[in-house]
């Protein structure tokens, strides 16, 4: 996304923006092309967009992205694309001039002239100063040297990420939210961090010293090295980063050092055009400077006194600033800020002032087991702060209690139990606390979308949760308050939607169709990654969803994705079936139920040399070896393999068999070539990862001594040519096949069993076989999709043959060359000598 | 005083499975490694139907048992939720980087 028509133009030093004649508007400038400099241009094209003809000058040179999420890009969870918030379509369509890579550099207030680094020089009618904040510097010996950087822009993670790359340790210093998410994202990516931090408790600012040991533990638990109330006295190194030195003498090797202790308003240009400055650029209530055709917004500002870093306040400055613009006059109140973070995929939640003090009574709330953390802080029946740890539901309501300046005198007792207790109930409803909230409540820090604001969305139709980010970009970010949102959608929409599918599992409020379609839509590549952005409950999952998302990953990244042994069922880990006594069987490939005499040689002698206690015909025309020791199933699949046979997958989620009759070639009524087809459809279809067991059949004629209408897909042939049967099931419940068409060849029976298998593949869900698939969707719809699309239909087939050229791979032969060894043998042995 | 066997590193054991070890001639024993890599010792046998526990899918500290899915928490042995029974647990220490088990008690005892 990084675009270069934007760098830094060589130009002489007049406007070389082309204006048509006959553009009279005036001209908004804006310096910053940052999270409030945007945000102001969308909100003022939301009053009137034709109003300003509008250029955007920004020192980065990307497109507007979204700051907060740098912490999700460096932790690998999010791709830079995904954080962009408006993309280059968005500045054409608006006519807006993206000048990017091109920081200002002076501003001429007389002559209403901006110059920037290029020495272009543009003339405005309204300025607008949204610079933001520049990273502090301690300023310690050794601080300019190469390997140390802040935390603050795309540049700065491309520095950390290639620092990653070369492993090693990395210091951060500070322990606040940004440095915090810093030693995240480094430990993520594989470095020892060590934080430094100056105070005693970590997050001070936001958290009082029982969260922040909680959080400090939590963090020491991930791997971190946390040292507060420590001092940095010289970063040193010869040429570059070698360590930081603390004032006690201790020092800590590493390549890099990230420096996170604080910000400072940027306001240097500012202060060069001659603007009153004091903290920040000083602002009324439109967000106007001390020169009336010179705005500022962001974190650049100093209003009332109070400067800012979070962006929830720059929302609110952004309204009032393009209410001004668009001579609407609602100024801006100031803001009363909230924390509500995920560090580490750990939940804090921060509001107001709980440093205590006169009149102020605590009330606390600890569950040691749950790791909660929860304190309220009251004064005169007001709440004027909340510190939350480990459970941070409340959260908003606390806080829209605060700044409405609530008495919460009656519901005193209940308060720390939560707003669903606290409001009569007693047990806990997340829609009755979603539905008492205020209006004005803020939903969405990330985004500043308030509760009416979502509601409105909804009732103008957008009825899922897809639909609502799309449109207000609610829960768009960070996630967070995504089960706010979906309280939202219940509450609006009635029971009808909140009582849907069911969730996954424990682990998760999501369905399985929404964690596939979230896989999809969000490009996730790994288990933990969906893990992490669909907010899953517990650590690692558990042995329910773990196989099921391993398999919607494998099926959307094919090729691509790293399966995961761990996440697999014993069985296909081990690519055998587990017995009650903990041996294997073994079920080599019968293409089509065909076998030969060396085949047959080379069961018996495994048979025999691996003091198999049984040998079985199986009901799916194998042969079935059983009483393999885990450490012999290497050895065993050689010696199979040595006689042309593969992995017969019986114990998979997978294709299974393709059983056959002995079709026209042998049978005096045999129609066409079964046993031919079953064999061709089953070297297309073998290996193939599935939601369950899939089983397919052919059969000569419609005496049917395949069984195939009690398979997953199912030929019967005909004089005529081929039915098509699917959604077939012996077993539990026995369910014979819808017929979904007739086919004329048999290149035609294989394409279309390559586009259902396809269909099944990506739309069920794990652990649904075929049959209770199609009662759910319906045969109608495989119908249209298969038989009446055709060029779904091909897509589908072109799918299923990519995939497969991954997956023909025999898993035995891998095994056999000695991959996975560990997964077949004990560690070594151990032999106690008598004492 | 417990003697302690070294088995190995942490790097034998895959993250969130398990190996097994023999020691003497006693049960053999599963070691698990977890996600955030803690290490467990149990005996290999499920306290349902003697299902061997190292072959489960291990999930925060527990492993669900490859034969019927019971959930036996890995640090006490303990079944979970509505089923009951109970693993012996062998006593296990990280230290420098090997991983050290108890003796069991039995070769112990039988020493
Ligand atoms: C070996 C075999 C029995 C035999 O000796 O004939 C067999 C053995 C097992 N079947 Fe089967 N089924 C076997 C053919 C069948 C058939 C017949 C067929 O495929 O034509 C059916 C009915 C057809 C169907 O699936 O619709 C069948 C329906 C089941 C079911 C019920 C499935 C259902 O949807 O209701 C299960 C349970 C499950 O999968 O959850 C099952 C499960 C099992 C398991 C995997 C039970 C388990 O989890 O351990 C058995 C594994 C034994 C082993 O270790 O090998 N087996 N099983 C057959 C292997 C076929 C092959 O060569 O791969
Ligand atoms: C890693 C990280 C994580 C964060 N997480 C959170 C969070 O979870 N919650 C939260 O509320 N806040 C968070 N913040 C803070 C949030 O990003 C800021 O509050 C917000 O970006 C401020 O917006 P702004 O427009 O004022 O400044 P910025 O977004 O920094 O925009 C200023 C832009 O102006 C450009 N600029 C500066 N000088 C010039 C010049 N002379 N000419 C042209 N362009 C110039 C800068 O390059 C920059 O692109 C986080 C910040 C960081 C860095
Ligand atoms: S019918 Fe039952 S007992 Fe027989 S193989 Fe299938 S699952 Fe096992
Ligand atoms: S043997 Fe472990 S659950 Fe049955």
């Known amino acids: 996304m990084e675009f270069q028509d934007g760098l830094a133009p060589a130009v002489d030093s ?10 009279v508007r005036e001209h908004l400038v804006v310096v910053g092309n940052g999270m409030a400099g945007c945000r102001a241009v969308e909100e003022l094209l939301a009053r009137d967009a034709g109003r300003y003809r509008v250029t955007i000058f920004g020192a980065e040179p990307y497109v507007n992205y979204n700051r907060i999420m740098l912490s999700p890009v460096l932790a690998g969870e999010k791709t830079f694309e995904q954080i962009v918030i408006n993309d280059r379509a968005w500045y054409d369509d608006n006519g807006i001039e993206l000048i990017a890579g091109d920081p200002v550099t002076a501003i001429d207030r007389d002559a209403k002239r901006v110059t920037a680094q290029s020495g272009r020089s543009v003339h405005y009618d309204k300025l607008l100063i949204a610079t933001g904040s520049d990273p502090f510097i301690i300023p310690v010996p050794g601080k300019d040297l190469p390997g140390v950087i802040s935390f603050r822009d795309m540049k700065d993670v491309d520095t950390m990420l290639e620092a990653a790359d070369k492993g090693g340790a990395a210091v951060v210093i500070g322990g606040g939210l940004l440095g915090l998410e810093a030693a995240h994202g480094l430990t993520l990516r594989g470095m020892k961090v060590t934080v430094i931090h100056l105070m005693d408790t970590l997050m001070e600012r936001q958290l009082d010293e029982a969260a922040g040991w909680l959080l400090k533990s939590a963090l020491e638990g991930r791997g971190q090295t946390i040292l507060t109330g420590a001092n940095t006295e010289a970063i040193f190194g010869d040429g570059k980063v070698e360590g930081v030195r603390l004032k006690d003498g201790t020092e800590i090797p590493a390549s890099l050092v990230v420096m996170a202790v604080g910000i400072r308003p940027s306001t240097a240009l500012a202060r060069e055009a001659g603007l009153e400055v004091n903290r920040g650029i000083k602002v009324n209530d439109h967000m106007v400077t001390s020169d009336p055709d010179v705005l500022a917004v962001g974190e650049c500002v100093e209003h009332d006194g109070n400067v800012y870093g979070l962006v929830a306040p720059l929302w609110d400055m952004c309204r009032s600033l393009a209410d001004g613009l668009t001579d609407q006059h609602t100024g801006y109140k100031g803001s009363v800020t909230s924390t509500k973070l995920k560090v580490a995929g750990l939940d804090v939640f921060s509001a107001g002032d709980f440093s205590g003090g006169e009149g102020c009574e605590d009330i606390v709330l600890r569950d040691a087991s749950r790791g909660v953390y929860k304190r309220v802080i009251v004064k005169d029946d007001r709440i004027v702060g909340a510190v939350l740890y480990g459970d941070t539901v409340d959260g908003g309501w606390y806080f829209d209690m605060l700044k409405r300046e609530e008495d919460v005198g009656e519901i005193r007792d209940l308060l720390i139990f939560g707003q669903a207790f606290a409001s009569g109930g007693g047990a806990l409803d997340p829609k009755a606390a979603v539905a008492a909230l205020s209006d004005d409540a803020e939903i969405c820090g990330c985004n500043g979308v308030s509760k009416g604001q ?33 309280n939202l959608l219940a509450v609006v929409l009635g029971d009808d939607v909140a009582s849907g599918p069911k969730t996954m599992c424990k682990c998760t409020s999501f369905t399985h169709d929404d964690v596939r379609r979230e896989i999809v839509a969000q490009n996730m590549r790994s288990i933990p990654e969906v893990m992490q952005l669909l907010h899953w409950s517990t650590p690692d999952g558990c042995s329910s969803c773990r196989p099921a998302l391993n398999y919607y990953l494998l099926c959307a990244l094919p090729g691509e994705y790293q399966d995961d042994q761990q996440s697999r069922f014993v069985n296909e880990r081990m690519h055998a079936n587990i017995q009650k006594d903990g041996t294997y069987s073994v079920v080599p490939r019968m293409w089509g139920g065909l076998t030969n005499p060396r085949e047959l040689r080379a069961i018996a002698d495994v048979v025999e040399k691996y003091d198999a206690p049984m040998v079985k015909v199986t009901g799916g025309q194998r042969l079935d070896i059983f009483g393999i020791k885990k450490e012999d199933l290497p050895a065993v699949w050689a010696d199979l393999n040595a006689a042309g046979m593969v992995s017969g997958h019986a114990y998979g989620k997978s294709l299974r068999t393709v059983k056959t009759c002995v079709g026209s070639e042998w049978c005096r009524f045999g129609t066409q070539d079964s046993t031919g087809l079953g064999v061709k459809i089953e070297r297309m279809t073998w290996g193939s990862w599935m939601p369950h067991k899939f089983k397919i059949a052919v059969s000569g004629c419609p005496r049917n001594c395949a069984e195939a209408t009690i398979k997953d897909f199912g030929v019967v042939c005909v004089d005529s040519g081929y039915e098509l ?18 086919v004329a060849t048999e290149q035609e029976a294989m394409d279309y069993c390559a586009a259902f298998t396809q269909l099944y593949r990506e739309e069920a869900r794990y652990l649904e076989r075929t049959a209770p698939w199609i009662e759910r969707v319906g045969v109608d719809y495989v119908k249209q999709r298969i038989v009446e699309d055709e060029a779904g239909r091909e897509a589908l087939r072109a799918r299923f043959l990519y995939s497969q050229s991954f997956s023909q791979d025999d898993p035995w032969a891998e095994r056999a060359a000695g991959q996975h060894a560990e997964l077949h043998q004990p560690l070594a042995p151990i032999a106690i000598a008598a004492e | 005083m417990t003697d302690w066997i070294d088995i190995g590193t942490l790097a034998d054991i895959p993250q969130r499975g398990a190996r097994t070890v023999q020691i003497g001639g006693e049960k053999e024993i599963a070691v698990f490694r977890t996600g955030d890599d803690h290490v467990f010792a149990l005996v290999n046998e499920c306290p349902h139907k003697k299902g061997p526990l190292s072959q489960g899918i291990v999930h925060g500290h527990s492993v669900a048992c490859p034969l019927h899915n019971w959930n036996i928490a890995l640090k006490t042995g303990e079944a979970q939720g509505a089923d009951e029974g109970c693993t012996p647990t062998i006593a296990v220490r990280q230290e420098g980087g090997r991983i050290l088990i108890a003796r069991p008690t039995a070769l112990k005892a039988a020493a």
């Open chain 1, 725 to 742: 049967h699917v959604g077939g099931n012996g077993g539990i419940h026995v369910r014979a096949t819808d017929l979904l068409c007739k």
């Open chain 1, 14 to 23: 007049e406007d070389i923006i082309l204006v048509p004649a006959d553009d």
């Open chain 1, 454 to 486: 979502v509601v409105s969305c909804i009732e103008a139709g957008n009825c899922s949760l897809d639909a609502v980010r799309a449109t207000c970009k609610a829960s768009a970010s960070c996630g967070s308050c995504t089960g706010l949102v979906e």
